[in-house]
């Protein structure tokens, strides 16, 4: 089956700085992308939709500009934490759409703790 | 906009009993269907998904879900459940037409006891 990647899969910053996480589609082109975030014992959540050369569409509630997604081709996003904060801590889960089939499948997820 | 509603947050369970996880969905347009399953610090993995067809799905480690359109419903079925599947299973819905944006049930926590 087709395989998402994310790197890093973990990571550990201090405040106020920024982290990158990558999500890549190794075997086929994503046309969508979608980031989520998951806090301890609970769903994942929507943050955002990407199209490969457009500007990702925010949910509510999701600061685009603490929140910043590039999709720069078609099979990578990253999404950008910027000045990151102890309440950012959570874990960070990309999926990809395309294939024959046009399914979404999900890469391994991130854990962001920010000190 | 689609929602997901999984009724049970917890569901303890002894093992090599059946299992019924539930889940209800809204939605006023096509939709998919898909159950997850997630282990402690680990991403997801795809347990079965209803495009279209038949309303049984069966999907991997003997696990099987019914598309009941009437009752918007989705749930999902083990008849024998073992240790090993102790863990988090996410109901969730993508819009069809909509992007295919997929939205994520509360989850329920399966708990399979010796």
């Known amino acids: 089956g087709a395989v998402v990647s994310q790197h890093p899969s973990w990571v550990i910053c201090k405040s106020g700085t920024s982290v990158k996480i990558e999500c890549r589609s190794l075997?086929?082109?994503?046309?969508?992308m979608f980031w989520y975030r998951q806090f301890p014992k609970q769903s994942l959540m929507l943050m955002a939709t990407s199209n490969e050369g457009s500007k990702a569409t925010y949910e509510q509630g999701v600061e685009k500009d603490k929140f910043l997604i590039n999709h720069a081709s078609l099979t990578l996003s990253t999404l950008t934490v910027t000045s990151a904060h102890p309440e950012d801590s959570s874990f960070y889960i990309c999926?990809?759409?395309?294939?024959?089939?046009?399914?979404?499948?999900f890469g391994p997820g991130t854990r962001l703790t920010v000190l | 906009a689609q929602s997901v509603t999984q009724l049970d947050s917890q569901v303890p369970v002894f093992e090599e009993a059946p299992v019924e996880l539930r889940c209800n969905y809204s939605s006023s347009v096509s939709v998919y269907l898909f159950w997850y399953v997630q282990y402690p610090n680990q991403g997801l993995q795809l347990l079965l998904k209803?495009?279209?067809?038949?309303?049984l799905v069966k999907g991997i480690n003997g696990f099987e879900a019914e598309f009941n359109k009437s009752q918007t419903s989705f749930h999902l079925r083990k008849p024998s459940v073992h240790i090993s599947d102790t863990a988090e299973y996410f109901c969730?819905?993508?819009?069809?037409?909509?992007?295919?944006?997929?939205?994520f049930g509360a989850g329920t926590r399966l708990f399979v006891k010796a």
């Open positions: 075997d086929f082109q994503a046309t969508t």
């Open positions: 969730a819905v993508s819009d069809v037409n909509g992007g295919f944006k997929t939205i």
């Open positions: 999926s990809a759409r395309g294939g024959v089939v046009n399914e979404q499948f």
């Open positions: 209803y495009l279209s067809g038949s309303t």
